[in-house]
């Protein structure tokens, strides 16, 4: 397993977590054990002491030697097991003890000896006497308002002792092992969660330009994993489209630019084949300059169109008249609608309407439009452009009306009596190079490029740009563009 995989650090957390869990927990179990069984034998040792010192008949009235188990039995009829008692004289001296401590004293130091003297008990645990570790209780029995003799019981912490090492023992072979398991364990759990991540890297890499109709194929329950893989093969499915469009673009633009060379190289062909006069070679040079024309337009399109993409082309914005440049583009173009017998008219434009636009910018987008009236409208038909101007909803009090103020907007709508464009082909027609009749579009010198530009040129604009048509009856282009926010008058 690589070190900086996640699968590594997943299960190394996962077990440093459980690991200072089971620590700490173990260490906890083992001390309050350890605290509560020693509690234990400190208030078994303390009930006794007490019972031995409170007792009037008890062995200890009269101090002496000898054995205690005998006294113990016979006045009190208590017969303690496992347990060592000695009762000291006030001064220290050992007296009666019990049979089980055989010739061997319960050992006394002088601090102990001291707090009984003055009335304290004192708990201690003492490891030197055999190799039984022993807890002693040293107990005053105070008589009368003085310590008149001295009670020690021990007794062997052994059972104890035996007790909290088997659970050191349980602990310490148990805690290794639940970690080993959760190693495995997590290292098992993480390897599932993150096996989908690597079918994705595995399908991802296969992936190129050349197969990217390829895609991850998702996982049956709904979860983190398959939301990624669906927002992968979304991407996917845009990187696709956008090569299709990439591709479907270099073939029409190299195929657009082929026919005028094809043209041009047919036509020097013919020409040089024999000695020509020089009213064929003008001929020949000017219809050359035909295509060349066609090409240098196609090849500006072309460059203007990427610039677009790019964002290289900077908008020499400003407010402008549109009234006016509407006013101008009509006049002039009226020349190409006379020569083909079309009316081209505009609605009688009172009011100035300004835009904040790129003035150039406009004037192609209006000449577009209304060349392809003219073109795809039949000799008789007309062409008519409006300006309108389009207000929000009224607004209730002032300071809402600067806010309406800022929605408003001007449409330009160009319509014609023309050939109409079908259904299925209205959304197709501002792409690049679509023409609906290739033949007869290229006939009337057009590359299918126009519109891409206007559409350009109006989203650039924040505007929008439509199209309403019925197929033989004519076509409407409709654009939308936002107006100039009001400007302070001095
Ligand atoms: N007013 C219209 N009436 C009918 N069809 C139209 C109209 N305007 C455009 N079209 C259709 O949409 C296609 C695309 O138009 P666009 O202006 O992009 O290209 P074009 O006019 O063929 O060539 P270019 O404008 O580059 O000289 C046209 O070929 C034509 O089929
Ligand atoms: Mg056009």
């Known amino acids: 397993?690589?070190?900086?995989?996640?699968?590594?650090?997943?299960?190394?957390?996962y077990v440093l977590i459980l690991g200072v869990l089971l620590v700490s927990f173990s260490t906890f179990l083992y001390f309050t054990l350890s605290k509560s069984l020693h509690r234990d034998v400190d208030s078994k040792l303390r009930s006794l002491a007490?019972?031995?010192a409170s007792e009037s008949s008890s062995p200890l009235s009269k101090f002496g030697f000898g054995n205690i188990d005998q006294a113990l039995e016979t006045s009190m009829n208590l017969k303690p097991i496992g347990k060592f008692i000695q009762v000291l004289d006030e001064s220290g001296n050992v007296g009666r003890k019990s049979d089980n401590l055989k010739n061997v004293q319960l050992p006394i130091s002088l601090s102990t000896l001291k707090n009984a003297s003055e009335g304290l008990i004192t708990f201690e645990t003492n490891r030197s006497i055999g190799n039984t570790p022993l807890r002693i209780i040293t107990f005053p029995v105070v008589e009368n308002g003085r310590v008149t003799k001295i009670v020690q019981i021990a007794s062997s912490l052994e059972e104890v002792e035996d007790a909290l090492n088997t659970l050191f023992i349980i602990l310490m072979i148990t805690v290794p092992l639940a970690l080993l398991v959760a190693i495995l364990g997590g290292q098992f759990l993480a390897h599932k969660a993150l096996k989908p991540v690597d079918d994705i890297t595995q399908t991802v890499r296969m992936i190129t330009s050349q197969n990217l109709s390829q895609r991850i194929s998702p996982p049956k329950v709904k979860d983190e994993i398959s939301r990624l893989i669906e927002t992968f093969n979304e991407m996917i499915s845009r990187l696709d489209q956008s090569f299709r469009q990439m591709k479907q673009f270099s073939s029409d633009a190299s195929h657009e630019l082929?026919?005028?060379?094809?043209i041009l190289k047919g036509e020097a062909e013919v020409m040089l084949?024999?000695?020509?006069?020089?009213?064929?070679?003008?001929q020949t040079l000017k219809s050359n300059l035909e295509e060349i024309?066609?090409?240098?337009?196609?090849?500006?399109?072309?460059?203007?169109?990427?610039?677009?993409?790019?964002?290289?082309?900077?908008l020499n914005k400003e407010d402008i008249n549109l009234t006016e440049i509407l006013t101008d583009v009509a006049a002039q173009m009226d020349l190409l609608a006379k020569s083909k017998r079309l009316r081209l008219s505009t609605s009688n434009h009172q009011q100035s309407i300004y835009i904040f636009a790129d003035a150039l910018r406009m004037r192609e987008l209006l000449i577009n439009l209304i060349e392809n009236g003219i073109k795809y409208t039949e000799e008789g038909g007309s062409i008519h452009i409006t300006l309108q101007?389009?207000?929000?909803?009224?607004?209730?009090?002032?300071?809402?009306?600067?806010e309406g103020e800022r929605g408003k907007f001007v449409r330009i709508i160009v319509s014609d009596t023309g050939i109409g464009i079908a259904k299925e082909d209205q959304e197709k027609i501002f792409n690049r190079f679509f023409?609906?009749?290739?033949?007869?579009s290229r006939e009337q010198g057009g590359s299918g490029l126009g519109l891409s530009i206007c559409k350009w040129i109006v989203e650039a604009h924040q505007g929008e740009i439509q199209v309403e048509s019925e197929l033989g009856k004519g076509s409407s282009f409709i654009v939308k563009l936002p107006l100039s926010p009001p400007r302070m008058m001095n």
């Open 273 to 282: 084949r024999k000695e020509r006069s020089s009213q064929e070679y003008q």
């Open 293 to 314: 024309n066609r090409m240098s337009q196609i090849v500006e399109d072309l460059l203007l169109l990427s610039k677009a993409d790019t964002g290289e082309i900077r």
């Open 435 to 440: 023409r609906v009749d290739k033949a007869r």
């Open 389 to 402: 101007e389009e207000y929000p909803a009224p607004v209730r009090n002032q300071s809402d009306r600067l």
């Open 50 to 52: 007490e019972f031995i």
């Open 258 to 262: 082929k026919t005028p060379l094809t």
């Open 1 to 13: 397993m690589h070190f900086r995989s996640l699968r590594f650090k997943l299960t190394l957390w």
